[in-house]
């Protein structure tokens, strides 16, 4: 085999693997400074939850509409925003915690999202709207994962300051701007389009994966923001490529073989990361000893 | 003149008060240093200043002081150390703090803001810092950074929660000579202190707090071992008729 076999002709050759590729790309400049952002603010989990919460919207309108890529969008759009609006709300108007009520809406939701499925649809939809396929990722849900990459490009850099400080010193941002409730409330949304845009391809389970994993291995390699930024979108792309390329040859499913690209991308980071690395760790012990 | 008004705030969390009926007032370019054991509601007061807890009773009212124009020095507890950002990115976010609304929130930093927080790292000590994480400065470090975006702000009025707790002497020492500084430019500065001979050196008024006001007013005055006493008293239990505290009319309208 030829390196052009190995590494560019099921790109070359097949247009379906094109639409793929330029889905996952789209889906990495969107999830991962979305994903650093979550990783900051040690929202890790969240990303998770949020996953869950969007699946009872996404199975009522797969049964109501199949496999229609705007109904999808729009069911698990509305979940995932009620979701995020009832934490919100009993966040600020109660003593519980923000995970806390995050965790005990997801559960809800994500079981409303079982129970509707396993009424009125089959096990194979469940499988769908759990696991996604990029393969089958069409010009309109590409087109709609790109412009939801867009949005949210243009939404971190409008508000990127107060997101900063939202991260950073909380208290700051509301002394000196009183912003810190609708910057956190554009980010939310922003997690929720980013997940919507996602389980298109990868499937609600799948999409955090590629959200947090090139994050969480950035934060192995720098330790300023700008080129945290670059090296996580930098890690989802090589993921989604080699995903891809890995679920081609050796014909296995292409959401999985994604995240686990990026899943050896983040075990790569945490032997070699410039920060704290474990390998670099073991050999200054050694180097301590001689 | 007066910077700022208490008007019978009472504050709670939970609905349990924490602080009761507190009145009085700020003259402009004074220093005030709130004492009181743990409990007494110090930072709790702080944070009703700037907004930060709703009072459930009673108004806070600034007086020819708008109340974006107030820089807040939180306890370091609150800000997250292991963010991804420089001492000078820090220092520069005070300079945010200038300008509209569309400035604070989307604008970028000038040359001149540059050159400002460069002036302002020098002033604390901190020379050849800029590009180092915030993580990986002490504790000391950190407090001298957070003074440096106070400088960039360039308040009329000044809150500091606890500036000196966990700090070692030689920095305490810096950085009050910069709070002599603030004083000296007129600008009204507020603080929550536990050490009497700072206060006693460094600040001229005193509100002694204990749930509720104890004595506001000239700190020889108010600290007298009759009031601490008090203080301590009652800090301990909860008093449901407390007085309102009344401070001198003639006072405040000086």
């Keep these: 085999m030829t390196l052009y076999e190995l590494f560019l002709a099921p790109f070359a050759e097949f247009a379906f693997m094109r639409l793929a590729l330029v889905g996952c790309f789209a889906l990495a400049l969107g999830c991962a400074p979305i994903g650093l952002f979550l990783v900051l603010r040690r929202m890790s989990l969240v990303g998770d939850a949020m996953s869950h919460a969007i699946l009872p919207g996404a199975a009522i309108a797969f049964i109501a509409y199949g496999l229609s890529l705007t109904a999808l969008s729009i069911g698990g759009l509305i979940a995932g925003l009620t979701v995020v609006l009832l934490s919100g709300l009993v966040t600020r108007l109660t003593q519980q915690k923000e995970d806390a009520s995050f965790a005990a809406f997801y559960l809800l939701s994500l079981a409303s999202g079982v129970l509707i499925v396993s009424k009125w649809g089959s096990n194979v939809d469940l499988m769908h709207i759990l696991f996604g396929t990029v393969l089958a990722v069409d010009p309109p849900a590409l087109l709609l994962v790109a412009g939801i990459a867009t949005v949210t490009l243009l939404g971190l850099a409008l508000f990127y300051r107060p997101l900063v400080l939202e991260s950073f010193d909380s208290e700051f941002l509301r002394v000196t701007s009183g912003g810190g409730a609708l910057a956190h409330f554009v980010f939310l949304v922003l997690v929720v389009l980013n997940l919507v845009a996602g389980f298109q391809a990868l499937g609600t389970l799948m999409a955090v994966g590629l959200m947090m994993l090139p994050a969480t291995s950035a934060r192995m390699w720098a330790n300023s923001l700008p080129a945290l930024l670059a090296i996580a979108i930098g890690f989802a792309l090589l993921a989604g490529y080699l995903g891809l390329l890995v679920s081609y040859h050796a014909n296995l499913p292409s959401g999985p073989s994604i995240i686990l690209m990026a899943g050896a991308g983040f075990v790569v980071s945490l032997l070699f990361g410039r920060q704290g690395g474990l390998a670099w760790r073991v050999l200054k012990f050694k180097h301590l000893e001689g | ?254």
């Design chain 2, 1 to 254: 003149m007066t910077a700022l008004t208490l008007e019978n705030l009472t504050l709670s969390y939970q609905r349990h008060p924490v602080v009761h009926h507190v009145t009085g007032a700020f003259r402009s370019g004074s220093s005030t240093a709130i004492v009181g054991p743990n409990g007494a509601g110090k930072s709790t007061l702080l944070k009703a200043i700037v907004g930060l807890l709703t009072p459930d009773h009673g108004h806070v009212r600034f007086e020819g002081v708008a109340r974006r124009q107030l820089a807040y020095l939180p306890q370091q507890a609150n800000i997250e150390r292991q963010f991804p950002i420089s001492v000078l990115d820090t220092i520069l976010l005070g300079a945010a703090h200038a300008g509209s609304r569309w400035q604070r929130w989307f604008g970028g930093s000038s040359k001149a803001e540059r050159e400002r927080a460069l002036a302002a790292l020098d002033q604390v000590g901190l020379t050849g810092f800029e590009e180092r994480p915030v993580g990986a400065l002490s504790s000391g470090q950190f407090q001298r950074v957070l003074f440096a975006r106070i400088l960039l702000q360039d308040a009329p009025l000044i809150l500091l929660d606890e500036p000196f707790t966990a700090i070692d002497a030689r920095t305490t020492h810096d950085l009050l000579r910069i709070v002599a500084h603030w004083q000296a430019e007129g600008r009204t500065v507020i603080a929550v202190l536990h050490d009497f001979e700072q206060v006693h050196r460094h600040f001229d008024q005193t509100l002694l707090l204990a749930k509720e006001c104890i004595g506001w007013g000239p700190s020889a005055e108010v600290l007298t071992r009759d009031n601490l006493l008090r203080a301590n008293g009652m800090a301990e239990r909860w008093v449901a008729d407390a007085a309102v505290c009344h401070r001198d009319d003639e006072e405040v309208a000086a």
